[in-house]
């Protein structure tokens, strides 16, 4: 009985960029989808045309430029924003929500909050009082109580051409895993559970750092060993910021860990990996920032987490060196001669 | 020794909300307990069953049942245990074998005998047995011995013994939210969930309930405290019901759950000590036992799904705030040989009636006041609640607490969702232990004192520095002085932004409020936590029990002003 009350009632989504609009077409396979748009022209030119960032938009999607209606109409929303402007969403959400709802989002990066004219090099410490996930974030801002998030490797472009793939729902609550599995369930896509929301959430923003750095050792011209080397030492390197602030190894190990990791790793057409591989190009952070459309979630999240390293006192050997190049003018090569050289020889000590 | 008086309080009377004891909940529930009862074990062995599905299992689960009873009544025999305890268990025990040795689906009638011969014995020993009588009996006894106690001690003359200048209201005083939880138990039920740190917490928190104007509540006592038999007929007559700790079984837990939740779903105002029990360490509870917290959530939940106008169901947090905790020194102790070695000890009461009385006399003849902060209403998921009993979101925005509960339009059952409920309660309640939480001048001292010696000692780890030989430890006063003034400081700010209270007493000249603080520090104690030498100077002679007294402000980052 409740199931067929859902099923008539719209999903939300939040968020047009192509993780969003991705989504909103899976989606609309079995429902129909509100897609919060934040621009009024986007709106009204994707509502006209059905295309969007070069995907068609499946008929059951309707964009909209309403949060209220929005709230009103879907139980179930999937707020997939930017980190950087996700608080400010969720100030706008919050006054519309109720705690039945479902909030499954699906941003990888950290929220911080510091305290006035402070920037994240200024400020003294950086510790999880400040640095935030996405679904702490809802938390604060909203009732919404039944959260849960999506992680995995999910690039947009393999989605849109329904390439087999799998994501990872995550929440402390079960109906929420229950729904979001139902509802993007398909013959191409694979959904997997977890109850460790913040470890998967961690999981999803800190592989962005080895994505960077991956680009890096494309664009000095190295191959496989190189890459392996990096993705088994940079997942060990996860871990252990990881469970510094606050998420399980296992998260680490599943598809939303190694799975995301692994794909971004490999793909050359995602942002974090082509803001490496240009640094190592000997091109300026600055240049490669400004030729973005979308931001890199990582280089932002090399700041954060190489000041939470140092106030944890984790040893994050690649952010380190990561950090140094993208802000401290230190080369590509010399950052991989350093972690060449390091005497480190304990493979795997945290199972 | 002179105590310095602190400002006078002015804790009001309050004229009752309800007049008529039969229009109490309370009183209904226990006119009616027999009934009542049955209906305990009906809900829980219906709750059993969905539990454990499969009668293998179940049958499994009660031969474990049977037999950690029968080890309990072995090691850890108590005196209100029943005389047939072992005969019961044995019987059981037997009874199971053989049907558990010829299982087919045939015995299941026999297995749901068992099961309700086990929970209605259960049922029946958790049920309170309020009567007016002895409610009116036990709260004048209260009221008249305390003040003589209180008026003979502090005024020294002849015929003062007589006198009623004094009442308990001076020596109690009751802070925070009193109207709001008078209008909340009008309007819905309250749950009130205390700070737990003595045993005299259960006697205090009744007086307090009867002297804020409210019906009497039931509530969740220790079993072990019906060992003394003072303190089991004052519980017994407040309304009390029995939390036996030592029964962690599934029938057991199950039928106590159910009781206070049906208790609560009547609307019985009721009250229990989410710690669980009290704490070892003197630090403010950390973490919270989430049965009984989980029942105050299962209730609202079936109010909301059973009736129109359902009453909806406030949780109240209260800290009770002492200058002196009696058990102090065992608590501690227990404390300390299981964080250092982590073995088993069985839990024991050295305190008799004997010993209790002696207690109330000393603590009434003395000066040393307690505080009772009553905390801001809650709902069920922890918002705070307008003086009308409406939730309200961090913005101030009205909600409805039953929208926790629908799924697509309707109310849903869901056990793993409100496990997670609690869970977030039990945060919420924590959080608000904090800001309620009163600091003392003696709080306060002792939090110093101990510091600068665990700073002074930093290589040495807890167990080492506790074993340092008392005469090394001196602090100087003028060093002291400078530190307690830095901390109140902070203290002044943190409570303006809401993170903790302060008792009036730590206003005022220094040097004054550091005697209060210091004569006032487990004042009854054989040996003192802290006090000033010849010189002036701070010494300690039990720095075990200055460690206790000191945790009650852990956790709230002021170590670092030290």
Not at chain 1, 32 to 39: D, G, H, I, N, T
Not at chain 2, 363 to 374: D, Y
């Amino acid at each position: 009985m409740a199931l067929s009350n859902l099923s008539e009632q719209p999903v939300g989504v939040i968020g047009a960029g192509h993780f969003g609009t991705v989504i909103s077409n899976m989606l609309a396979q079995n429902r129909k989808v509100l897609l919060y748009a934040r621009s009024l022209e986007d709106v009204i030119r994707i509502n006209k045309s059905r295309e969007h960032l070069g995907y068609a938009i499946h008929e059951r999607v309707e964009v909209i430029n309403d949060m209220a209606r929005l709230a009103q109409e879907c139980e179930v929303i999937f707020p997939i924003v930017p980190s950087q402007h996700f608080r400010a969403m969720m100030k706008n959400l919050a006054p519309h929500l109720h705690p039945y709802h479902m909030l499954i989002h699906g941003t990888k990066g950290f929220d911080i909050t510091l305290p006035g004219g402070q920037t994240i090099e200024t400020v003294q410490q950086l510790d999880r009082s400040v640095v935030k996930t996405m679904s702490e974030v809802i938390q604060e801002e909203s009732v919404a109580v039944r959260i849960g998030c999506l992680a995995g490797p999910n690039l947009s472009r393999e989605l849109a051409l329904r390439q087999p793939a799998a994501t990872v729902v995550a929440s402390h609550f079960n109906e929420v895993i229950q729904t979001g599995k139902r509802l993007l369930k398909s013959d191409r896509f694979q959904v997997y559970e977890n109850s460790d929301i913040v470890g998967v959430e961690i999981a999803g923003v800190l592989k962005n750092i080895i994505a960077i750095a991956s680009g890096a050792l494309s664009g000095l011209g190295f191959g496989e060993n190189a890459k392996g080397l990096l993705i088994s030492r940079g997942a060990v390197e996860m871990v252990y910021l990881g469970r510094a602030l606050g998420g399980d190894t296992k998260a680490f190990l599943g598809v939303a860990g190694i799975g995301d990791l692994v794909t971004t790793c490999n793909s050359p057409m995602s942002r974090n990996f082509t803001v490496g591989y240009r640094l190592a190009k000997g091109e300026k952070l600055k240049d490669i920032i400004e030729d973005m459309k979308e931001v890199a979630e990582g280089i932002n999240t090399v700041r954060i987490a190489k000041k939470c390293a140092d106030h944890y006192k984790v040893r994050a050997l690649i952010t380190d060196r990561l950090y140094k190049v993208l802000f401290e003018g230190l080369t590509v090569e010399e950052a991989l001669e350093f972690l060449m050289r390091y005497p480190l020889n304990v493979d795997i000590d945290f199972i | 020794m002179e105590i310095i008086e602190e400002k006078k309080n002015k804790t009001k009377k309050y004229k009752p909300i309800l007049d008529r004891i039969p229009d109490w909940p309370v009183y209904q529930l226990s006119q009616n307990r027999k009934e009542f009862i049955e209906e305990v074990t009906c809900k829980a062995i219906e709750r059993i069953h969905e539990l454990r599905p499969l009668y293998t299992k179940l049958i499994e689960d009660l031969q474990t049942s049977a037999l950690r009873e029968q080890n309990r009544i072995k090691r850890n025999r108590w005196r209100v245990d029943p005389k047939d305890d072992s005969q019961f268990w044995l019987t059981v025990k037997n009874e199971l074998a053989e049907l558990n040795a010829q299982y087919t689906a045939a015995v299941h009638p026999q297995v749901d005998e068992i099961l309700k011969r086990i929970v209605h014995r259960y049922a029946s020993e958790i049920a309170g047995n309020f009567k007016p009588n002895s409610y009116r009996f036990a709260s004048s006894v209260i009221k008249f011995w305390f003040a003589r106690l209180l008026n003979g001690a502090r005024v020294k003359k002849f015929g003062a013994f007589f006198r009623n200048k004094y009442s308990l209201r001076d020596k109690i005083h009751i802070v925070g939210k009193v109207r709001m939880i008078r209008n909340l138990a009008r309007k819905g039920t309250v749950v009130m969930v205390p700070t737990h740190f003595s045993n005299l917490d259960s006697i205090l928190i009744g007086w307090v309930i009867h002297a804020m104007g409210l019906p009497a509540f039931i509530y969740g006592a220790g079993l072990n405290l019906f060992n003394i038999k003072i303190l089991a007929y004052f519980m017994n007559s407040l309304g009390a019901y029995k939390v036996d700790r030592r029964k962690k079984n599934l029938p057991y837990l199950e039928t106590l759950k159910m009781y206070s939740n049906l208790a609560i779903q009547k609307g019985a105002h009721s009250l229990f000590f989410p710690g669980g029990r009290r704490s070892r360490s003197g630090m403010l509870e950390k973490e919270l036992k989430l049965g009984l917290l989980s029942t105050a959530i299962e209730a609202q939940r079936s109010l909301y799904n059973s009736e129109a106008k359902p009453r909806k169901i406030f949780v109240v947090p209260v800290s009770l705030n002492y200058h002196f905790v009696l058990e102090a020194p065992d608590l501690i102790e227990d404390y300390l040989q299981v964080k250092g070695k982590n073995r088993y000890f069985p839990e024991e009461d050295k305190y008799g009636s004997f010993q209790m009385i002696k207690f109330l006399i000393k603590f009434f003849g003395n000066r040393s006041n307690i505080s009772v902060s009553i905390g801001p209403g809650l709902d069920v998921m922890g918002n705070y609640v307008d003086e009308e009993g409406n939730s309200l979101d961090a913005h101030g925005r009205i909600i409805d607490t039953k929208d926790y509960f629908m799924n697509s339009g309707e109310i849903t059952v869901d056990r793993q969702r409100e496990d997670e409920y609690t869970r977030m309660l039990s945060h919420r309640i924590v959080s608000e232990f904090h800001k309620i939480n009163r600091v003392f001048a003696s709080h306060l001292v002792s939090f110093i004192a101990f510091e600068m010696w665990q700073k002074k000692y930093h290589q040495l780890d807890l167990f080492n520095l506790l074993r340092l030989p008392e005469e090394d430890l001196e602090i100087d006063y003028e060093e002291f002085k400078t530190v307690f003034k830095r901390l109140r400081t902070q203290v002044y700010l943190m409570k303006e932004k809401g993170k903790i209270n302060y008792a009036s007493h730590l206003k005022g000249q220094t040097n004054l409020v550091i005697s209060r603080g210091i004569d006032n520090v487990g004042v009854f104690h054989l040996n003192r936590p802290v006090l000033k030498n010849k010189k002036g100077n701070i010494i300690t002679k039990d720095l075990s029990l200055l460690y206790y007294y000191h945790n009650r402000l852990v956790g709230y980052g002021l170590e670092q002003f030290i």
